[in-house]
């Protein structure tokens, strides 16, 4: 049967599988093959060189049958609708899909953009309070040198006030762990890494070590351990969760707090000191230090 002479080569799969065919090139080929045979056929019976010039008035000739007439329309309608149709069917799907990529592409980079902004936000941040931290001791120093202050101490001063700076800086990348027992041969960053990992950060630690005098609350001294990270920004993510570790089984004694210098650390006390008292004198309230203040709230 002619039909079947054009057809042989092409694939079933195409003609069977309408909604789910994935487009695949082989298949355009084979379908490109089966109209180049069917109409090099047409064009020798009817004496052309051309497909374009098929037409009526060239197809009507003697040689070509009523019959054959009819097995290429059939020959065609079949190509088009059991192998075309499938075959563009899939296609305009195909390209959906890369579009829809095309949008996710465009969207994550726009995503990629705003976290770059939002670090070089917080990288700016972070120099605008060192340079604050440099102004203000500046101005004290000044303050001191108009005062008639001895010039002698007019470097010494300079010098102190860069160095709290550095320090400040150096501690902004600073974390330290109080509660966490010591143990024989043990590897720090190994145990600050199952800390952090209870308040589900993975953080990259640069340096740790356990700090040299020893805190005791009534139970076994413990040093607390002050680690470095690669960023102030990690730093504050770390601390923004760290009240987490109240709720896991085996550190409700463990905390982590910043790296204050000796100045911060008295404030602190005191801080601690006070909002102690006030949950004894008002035990009806909620009393927590937030930002360094003691904010009070009432009981849900």
Sequence with gaps: MMVNKYLENLDNEIAMNYSTLKFRSMYAEQILGAQIMLLNDMRQAAGVQKSNVLRKE???????TKATLCDWMETFIDILDSYCSP????????QD???QLKDEKIADQN?????????LEKKSEDLTSVQTTVKSELKAWSSVVKNSCSKALAPKKMKAALKRASEEEDRSQNLVIYGLPEKSEEILEKR????LENIDEKPRIVSCCRMGRTVSDGGPAVKPIKFTLSGSDHVRRVLSKARKLREVEGYDSVYISPDRSAEQRAAFRKLVLEVKQKRELEPQRVHVIRNNKIVSSEKD
């Design 111 to 119: 995503t990629v953009i705003k976290l770059q902004g939002q670090l």
């Design 58 to 64: 060239t197809l009507n000739k003697p040689q070509i």
């Design 192 to 195: 600050v890494l199952e800390v």
């Design 97 to 99: 899909e890369i579009d």
């Design 87 to 94: 075959l563009l069917f899939s296609a305009t799907k195909l």
